[in-house]
C-alpha cells in the first residue's frame, strides 16, 4: 500500500469508508460486491507491516482487519452455503483480535459467529453467542449494539420467544435511531413489526413494517415483501399476499438470500392452498422444501413436506369419490415420517413440526376411515396449544372436530368446532377494516365445512341451521365502531375521486385519456386499500350465533304476519334450504346451484336490456318477457317449495343475494327481507318525533333531479340536493347523521375491488372504503343506483359491497337494485316507496306496497334483517 503524500491518519480514514462501503454492500445483501470490497480491503491490509505499527495505528489495523474478516464471512456463506469456510474467517479474525486490548473484537467475533450458526439452523448455539457478546463490556457502538439486537431478536423468534424478539428489536431500533442510520432505522422497525405480528397484532405489525420501508425506500432485496406478505396471510388476505410473495421470492433470489427465499415459497405455498389451488401449493411447497433441506433447515423443511402432505389431503377430501384405504394409509405414515424428522429437528418461528404433520396424518387416517388409528395420533399432542401460530391452533380443532364427528361423537365436534370458530372472532376483533375482519373468515373455511357436512348427515334441519348460522355469525356485524384519523387516506381518496370525475367528463374520443385517467385512479385506490389494512381493530364484540329454538321464539311474537326465514347454502353443488317459522323446522334439496347460477345470470342480462332505452322498445318488450319467464323459474326453483305465504327473510350467499327477491311472483305484494346470515340488532322499536330525510342526485340521471324533488315532498323538512349541491362530503355526513337516506344517482360495483363499489356524485364517485368505520344511526337507505346492491363473495364465503358496508356499519335496512334499473322506471317507484316508509316506518312492506302494482318486474331488494333478535 503506497501512502505517497496521503497523511497516515488520512490514510486509515480512506480504509474506514471502503470498509463502511463493504458493510453497507453485505447489508443489502449485494453479496458478489461485498466480497470483493472485503477482500481487496484485506488484500490492501496485509500489506500493512502490523509490528512496525504504534500502539493507535496498531488498534486501528486491527480493527478493520476483524471487521473485514468478519465482515466477509457473510458472503461467503450467502455465496457459497459453506458454514465451516465462514467460520474460519471468524477464527482469524479471532486470531488478530486475540492480540488486541479492545474488548470490542472479542465481542464482534461472538455476535458473527451467532449469525452464522443461526443462518445455518442452529439456533440455540446462535443463541449462547449473542448473549455472552451482550454480556462482555466490549459492544459500545451503535451500530454494532443494533446488529447484535436484531440478530438475537431474530434467533427468539426462531425459537418461538416472540416476547423477547420484541424486546430485542425495540432495543435494536433505539440504537439505530441513535447512530441515524437509515438501512438499520427500517430493519429495525420492519423486524419489530415482525414480532408483532407473531404476538397477533397484524394491523399495527403492517403500520410498522409501511414505516421500515419509508425509512428506507431503496430496501429492495424482497424482505419487505416477505414480511408484509406473511402479515397479509394471517390476516385471511391470501390473495394479496400470495401476489405480494410471488414477487418476494423473485428479488430474494436474485439477492442470493436462500432462506428467506425458500420461506418465501412456503408462504406462498401455504396461500395457494388456502386459495384451493392445489397443484401449485404442492409443487411450490417442494421446491421450498428442497431448498431448506440443502440449507441444512430441518425443521423448516419438515413444514414444507407437511404442507405438501396436506394439499394432497385437503384435494383428496374435496374429491367426488375418496381415495382408497391404501393411499389415505401411505398418507398418513408419510405424515408421521415427517413427524418424526419434524420431532428431531425441533419447532421453529413458532412451529412445531412433529405436531403439523400428526394433525394432517390423523386426518390422512380419517378420511381412510381408520378412526382408532386417527385417535391414537392426536392422544400423543398436546390438548392445547397457547403460543402457537393461529393457523395451527386452528389445524387442531379441526383435526378434533374431524375425528369426533366421523366417530359419531356430534357433542365433542361441535365443542371442537365452537372453539376454533372463538379463536377467529378473537383475532376478528383486533382488526379494524371491513376488508380484514371479513377475509379472516378464509382461516374458519375447513373447520365450518366440516360442521356443516356433519350437521348435514345428521338429516335434522335445526343441526344443519344452527351449523350454517355459527360460521357465518363469526364474522358478521361491523368493522370499526370508531373511524380512524387518517388524514393521508382522505386525501388519496380525493385525488382519485377527483381522476374519476374528470375521466367520467371525456367523451369518446379521448379514450385513452380516460382510460389513463382511470388506470391512475386505481393506484390510488389500491394504496388507500393497503393503508385500510394498518388500522388497529376497534370492531365490537363478535355476535353470537342466533339458534332454530332462539329464532322460533322470536318469530312465534310475530305470528299475525306468518314469517318464515328461508336459510339457503348449498352442499356438493345443490341448494338447499332450512326453512323455519314459529311451527317448526324442515329442510329442502332445492335443485343445482348451476341452475339457479344460470337464471341468475340470464335474469341480469334480461333485466339490462329491458333497462337500455337505446335499444328499440320490441327488443327492450322481449327481454321484459325473457325476465319475467326467469323470474318464475326461479320462484319454482327456491320458493314453491317452502309455502311461505307470508313475510319472508332470505339468509344466504351468492349466487342467491343477486336474486331480485322481491320482483319473484309469489312475493307480489309481500314483505321480504335479504341478507347473508341471520343477524342481531335490529328491534321492533319505531323511531318518535321528527325523522331527517336526506335526498340527493347526481349527474347523468335524467330524472334524478325531479326524483329527489318528489321524494323530498314525502318527508316534512326534508334535505334536497341536486345539481353542484350533490357532493360527497354533504352525502357522507348525512348517512352518519340522518334516519333516511335516498341517493338517486348512477352507481357500480367492482366486483374485483368491491370495497370501491361508488356512487357517482358532482365531486365524483363516494366509495364505499370512505364509509368504513362510520357508524350508522340505525337509518334507511336507499340506493336508486343500477346494480350498486351487487356483493362479491371473497374467500371465506362472506360478502363485501356498498350494501355490505352499510349494514354492518349499522344501517337497519338497505334498499338496492341487484340489476339495471332504469331511471324512469325508479322515477315513478321511488316516491311511491317514500309514501309508504313515512307511513309505517316498515321499509320491507313499504317496497313491497311500491313494487305492488307495477306492470313490469324490478329488481328492487331490501337487505335487513329479521327484527326482535337482541343484540349481544
Not at 365452537?418 to 371491513?434: E, K
Not at 320490441?618 to 317449495?641: G, H, T, V
Not at 323530498?712 to 341536486?722: F, I, N, P, R, S
Amino acid at each position: 500500500m503506497t501512502v505517497g503524500a496521503t497523511t497516515r491518519q488520512g490514510l486509515w480514514d480512506g480504509l474506514f469508508e471502503r470498509l463502511e462501503v463493504a458493510r453497507n454492500l453485505h447489508a443489502r445483501a449485494k453479496w458478489s460486491s461485498a466480497e470483493a470490497d472485503f477482500r481487496g480491503l484485506l488484500a490492501d491490509l496485509e500489506t500493512e507491516d502490523a509490528d512496525e505499527l504504534g500502539p493507535e495505528e496498531r488498534q486501528q489495523w486491527t480493527e478493520l482487519v476483524v471487521r473485514s474478516y468478519l465482515g466477509l464471512s457473510n458472503p461467503v456463506y450467502a455465496l457459497y452455503g459453506s458454514l465451516d469456510r465462514a467460520l474460519a474467517l471468524c477464527d482469524q479474525a479471532a486470531e488478530i483480535e486475540r492480540a488486541s486490548p479492545d474488548p470490542r473484537m472479542a465481542s464482534l467475533v461472538h455476535v458473527q459467529r451467532g449469525v452464522l450458526h443461526s443462518r445455518a439452523g442452529q439456533p440455540l448455539r446462535a443463541l449462547g453467542d449473542l448473549t455472552r457478546a451482550l454480556r462482555e463490556p466490549g459492544l459500545v457502538d451503535h451500530r454494532d449494539l443494533a446488529t447484535t439486537f436484531l440478530n438475537r431478536g431474530a434467533v427468539h423468534s426462531e425459537l418461538g420467544d416472540f416476547s423477547q424478539a420484541l424486546r430485542d428489536y425495540e432495543a435494536a431500533l433505539n440504537h439505530a435511531e441513535a447512530l441515524g442510520h437509515a438501512q438499520f432505522v427500517a430493519f429495525s422497525l420492519h423486524n419489530v413489526g415482525y414480532a408483532l405480528y407473531t404476538l397477533g397484532d397484524l394491523p399495527v405489525a403492517l403500520d410498522s413494517m409501511e414505516r421500515a420501508v419509508a425509512a428506507d425506500p431503496n430496501w429492495d432485496d424482497g424482505i419487505p415483501e416477505l414480511g408484509r406478505a406473511e402479515v397479509l396471510f394471517e390476516s385471511g388476505l391470501l390473495a394479496d399476499a400470495e401476489r405480494l410473495l410471488d414477487d418476494a421470492a423473485s428479488r430474494l433470489s436474485h439477492a442470493a438470500l436462500r432462506l428467506e427465499h425458500a420461506e418465501a415459497e412456503w408462504f406462498r405455498a401455504r396461500a395457494l392452498l388456502g386459495l384451493h389451488r392445489f397443484d401449485e401449493a404442492r409443487a411450490q411447497a417442494a421446491r421450498a422444501r428442497r431448498r431448506f433441506e440443502r440449507a441444512g433447515q430441518r425443521s423448516m423443511a419438515a413444514l414444507a413436506g407437511v404442507l405438501e402432505l396436506e394439499a394432497q389431503l385437503i384435494e383428496a377430501s374435496r374429491a367426488p369419490t375418496r381415495p382408497d384405504r391404501a393411499t389415505t394409509r401411505r398418507r398418513a405414515r408419510q405424515a408421521l415420517a415427517v413427524a418424526a424428522i419434524g420431532d428431531e429437528a425441533g419447532p421453529t418461528l413458532g412451529y412445531h413440526p412433529g405436531h403439523s404433520a400428526r394433525f394432517v396424518a390423523a386426518r390422512w387416517f380419517v378420511l381412510g376411515s381408520e378412526l382408532d388409528a386417527a385417535r391414537d395420533v392426536l392422544s400423543t399432542l398436546p390438548r392445547v396449544l397457547p403460543r402457537a401460530p393461529l393457523t395451527v391452533r386452528i389445524q387442531h380443532y379441526t383435526a378434533q372436530a374431524e375425528l369426533a364427528f366421523a366417530s359419531g361423537n356430534r357433542a365433542r365436534g361441535v365443542r371442537a368446532v365452537r372453539a376454533g370458530l372463538s379463536l377467529l372472532a378473537d383475532h376478528r376483533s383486533r382488526l379494524g377494516a371491513v376488508e380484514s375482519v371479513t377475509a379472516a373468515a378464509a382461516h374458519g373455511v375447513d373447520l365450518t365445512r366440516l360442521d356443516v357436512e356433519a350437521a348435514a348427515r345428521t338429516g335434522r334441519p335445526s343441526a344443519l341451521f344452527d351449523a350454517v348460522e355459527r360460521g357465518r355469525a363469526t364474522f358478521a356485524g361491523t368493522g370499526r365502531v370508531t373511524p380512524p384519523e387518517d388524514p393521508e387516506a382522505a386525501a388519496l381518496l380525493t385525488e382519485a375521486r377527483g381522476l374519476l370525475a374528470k375521466a367520467r367528463e371525456l367523451g369518446p374520443a379521448e379514450a385513452r385519456e380516460r382510460e389513463r385517467l382511470t388506470r391512475r385512479a386505481g393506484r390510488i385506490q389500491d394504496e388507500v386499500r393497503e393503508r385500510s389494512w394498518r388500522h388497529a381493530g376497534n370492531a365490537g364484540a363478535v355476535q353470537r350465533p342466533v339458534t332454530t329454538q332462539e329464532l322460533r321464539s322470536v318469530l312465534a311474537r310475530h305470528a299475525g304476519t306468518s314469517p318464515v326465514v328461508a336459510n339457503y347454502l348449498v352442499i356438493d353443488d345443490v341448494v338447499r334450504c332450512v326453512r323455519v317459522d314459529a311451527r317448526g323446522v324442515a329442510a329442502y334439496d332445492m335443485g343445482p346451484a348451476a341452475d339457479v347460477t344460470e337464471s341468475v345470470r340470464r335474469l341480469a342480462a334480461d333485466f339490462g336490456m329491458a333497462a337500455n332505452e337505446l335499444i328499440p322498445a320490441p327488443l327492450r318488450a322481449a327481454a321484459q318477457a325473457s325476465a319475467e319467464r326467469n323470474l318464475k323459474r326461479l320462484d319454482d326453483l327456491l320458493l314453491a317449495p317452502l309455502r311461505a305465504d307470508g313475510d319472508l327473510y332470505v339468509v344466504g350467499r351468492e349466487p342467491l343475494l343477486s336474486v331480485p327477491w322481491s320482483a319473484l311472483p309469489s312475493r307480489s305484494g309481500l314483505r321480504t327481507a335479504v341478507n347473508s346470515y341471520v343477524a342481531r340488532g335490529r328491534t321492533d322499536a319505531r323511531p318518535s318525533g321528527k325523522r331527517r330525510l336526506l335526498a340527493a342526485a347526481g349527474p347523468g340521471v335524467p330524472h334524478g333531479a325531479a326524483e329527489a324533488r318528489a321524494v323530498g315532498e314525502q318527508w316534512a323538512g326534508a334535505t334536497v340536493l341536486t345539481g353542484d349541491d350533490a357532493v360527497t362530503e354533504r352525502v357522507r355526513t348525512a348517512l352518519a347523521t340522518h334516519d333516511v337516506v335516498h341517493l338517486a344517482t348512477h352507481g357500480q360495483h367492482d366486483a374485483d375491488n368491491p370495497l370501491f363499489a361508488s356512487i357517482d356524485l358532482a365531486d365524483g364517485p363516494l366509495f364505499a372504503h370512505e364509509l368504513d368505520g362510520t357508524p350508522l344511526p340505525g337509518s334507511v337507505v336507499i340506493l336508486s343506483s343500477c346494480e350498486v346492491g351487487g356483493s362479491t363473495q371473497v374467500l371465506g364465503g362472506e360478502l363485501l359491497g356498498l350494501t355490505s358496508v352499510l349494514l354492518r356499519l349499522g344501517a337497519r335496512a338497505v334498499i338496492a337494485s341487484v340489476a339495471k334499473l332504469s331511471d324512469e322506471l325508479a322515477a315513478r317507484v321511488m316516491p311511491r316507496l317514500h309514501a309508504h316508509l313515512r307511513e309505517t316506518d316498515d321499509p320491507e312492506a313499504a317496497l313491497a306496497a311500491a313494487l305492488a302494482d307495477v306492470a313490469q318486474p324490478v329488481p328492487l331488494v331490501c337487505f335487513s334483517s329479521v327484527e326482535g333478535l337482541s343484540a349481544d
